[in-house]
């Protein structure tokens, strides 16, 4: 992508371990239903999908990473609380990243969401941390760019906002870096037809 991007810094915490919710509250919490247990039997549509020739860190939810049937994705609402769904959320970062990507521990991640890719949005994270903490560094500027934009579409692409995309929908599966930036992918869930918007 080229031109400029606007760049708007996310805090990083470098933490390896959450604190309980406040003030929250939480209708699963009593009988353990997981916040996207109506995800399960959906389809899945992966937007922004990874190359093949780029280096990608993967996010698996909870118990799935050593099951037969392992899948990609965690949804962006577990993510923010990533001890509740992302699968060993306290694995260093830099255990897992080339150190000669890892060497800028403060990088910028592109959003490239279909339909707001005018918008030119970077946002900077902080890599060498722990895969949970990351998972949700970018569940939160998915969250902000989804409430500050939701309202900025510019078709062709897949319309985000209450009564369309929802934020709840969506699934990080992974991250990969493209030589400059990282990129998202992330899926959606739906039940019948894929979503896009031409308009």
């Known amino acids: 992508m080229s031109g400029h991007h606007h760049t708007v810094l996310a805090e990083p915490t470098r933490q390896a371990t959450w604190p309980p919710r406040r003030n929250a509250v939480d209708f ?4 353990n239903v997981p916040k996207d247990h109506w995800h399960h039997g959906m389809k899945t ?27 990609l994705g965690v949804a962006l609402t577990l993510c923010e609380y990533p001890d509740e769904g992302v699968e060993m959320p306290n694995t260093p970062t830099h255990t ?3 150190p000669e990507i890892l060497a800028k521990p403060r990088t910028g991640v592109l959003i490239t969401w279909p339909g707001y890719t005018h918008l030119r949005i970077r946002q900077e994270i902080f890599l060498d941390t722990t895969t949970g903490d990351l998972a949700r560094q970018i569940s939160r500027i998915i969250r902000e760019f ?7 579409f510019k078709g062709p692409g897949i319309r985000l906002g209450p009564a ?36």
């Open 28 to 31: 699963h919490a009593s009988n």
């Open 45 to 71: 549509k992966i937007v922004c999908q990874r190359p093949e020739h780029c280096f990608g860190l993967f996010f698996y939810s909870k118990g799935d990473y050593l099951a037969a049937s392992a899948t």
């Open 96 to 98: 897992l990243v080339p």
């Open 146 to 152: 989804y409430e500050l934009h939701h309202q900025d």
């Open 164 to 199: 369309f995309m929802t934020f709840d929908a969506l699934r990080l599966r992974s991250m990969f870096w493209d030589g400059r930036f990282w990129n998202l992918e992330i899926a959606y869930v739906y039940e019948k037809t894929p979503v896009y918007d031409f308009v």
